[in-house]
């Protein structure tokens, strides 16, 4: 699992357009930590490159 800000890295996308792609529902994370950490897994990361 990967945090927002790992994937950011990893990829290139801003954290606020992941936040922005979880808000529409367009690249939801896989869960949430109990603070609210959104946490994505290879299918996220194969959905945002094909979204990208």
Known sequence: ???V???SK????SIRALQY???IGLLKPQKY?????????????ERLQQIL
Request: proline share 0%; hydrophobic share 30%.
């Open 33 to 45: 930590t109990r603070s609210g950490y959104r946490l994505y897994d290879d299918t996220a990361l």
């Open 21 to 23: 792609y979880d808000s």
């Open 10 to 13: 990893l990829t290139g996308v």
């Open 5 to 7: 800000n790992e994937v």
């Open 1 to 3: 699992m990967m945090t």
